[in-house]
């Protein structure tokens, strides 16, 4: 199967949710879970690192949401 990793840009975000386990041993699956979901919280609060790793030059811009009256 071809790999088309821009197809799914989460991929990405592996580098960035699995830099804080390098060279680590958890004791059980509830510390690496743990450590993992600490990452992802702290990634939250930088959306201008995700958006750099996930965002393709390709990709539309987004698009204005249309101001649309409303019905009396």
Known sequence: MPYSPELQPEEHLWLLTNASL???QF?????LEE???QRC???KAQPALIRS????HWWPKR????HVPKRK
């Open 27 to 31: 004791a059980s699956i509830g510390a």
């Open 63 to 66: 698009l204005h949401k249309r």
């Open 35 to 37: 450590a993992q979901a």
């Open 53 to 56: 790793t996930i965002l393709f």
């Open 22 to 24: 390098i060279n680590q």
């Open 41 to 43: 919280v702290a990634l």
